[in-house]
């Protein structure tokens, strides 16, 4: 399967989030840009970095109309645990089978056993319209992220 790349659309997923409730991507779509973060475990150094970070840039996400969500292997429990330690405010979804990692094509790292991090960031119709893949640059994800949402609201208001 060939990698997500910008001018795709958001691949059609479903997926548990920290609550035990069934997250479905068609849900925001025509309604709100989407911060989609694939980041490689739970409770990792970077990874709480990075997931404290996007926690920290909330309000301005939803500011640009923005809807931020984490995706990573762990269980369902393991992000309810996760969410919690961290205020995360935001869903995190359970890729327990690595079902939509696949669908994205992110990469692994370390010949295999590191689960890649990428973020993407899609328009209101669901193109995807930036993408960033650092797996040291943990905060970059976001700031980087924040931009293009800014940007695209921006061009929203000019368009309205």
């Keep these: 399967m060939k990698p997500v790349r910008i001018g795709d659309m958001v691949p059609d997923f479903s997926l548990y989030d920290q609550d035990g409730n069934l997250f479905n991507i068609r849900t925001y779509l025509g309604k709100n840009k989407l911060v989609i973060f694939f980041y490689p475990q739970d409770g990792s150094l970077n990874c ?15 500011e640009a109309d923005a809807v931020l969500i984490g995706i990573s292997e762990q269980s369902v429990e393991s992000h309810k645990k996760f969410a919690e330690t961290n205020k995360l405010t935001y869903k995190l979804q359970s890729d327990n089978k690595n079902v939509v ?3 994205f094509g992110v990469p692994s790292r370390a010949f295999g056993f590191v689960p890649g991090r990428v973020t993407y960031v899609a328009d209101r119709t669901g193109k995807v319209v930036f993408i960033f893949d650092s797996q040291l640059e943990t905060q970059r994800h976001a700031d980087e992220a924040l931009k293009i949402c800014l940007l695209l609201k921006k061009h929203d208001s000019v368009n309205s």
């Design 101 to 103: 990692r696949k669908l």
């Design 48 to 62: 709480t970095k990075e997931a404290c970070y996007f926690r920290d840039l909330t309000d301005i996400f939803n």
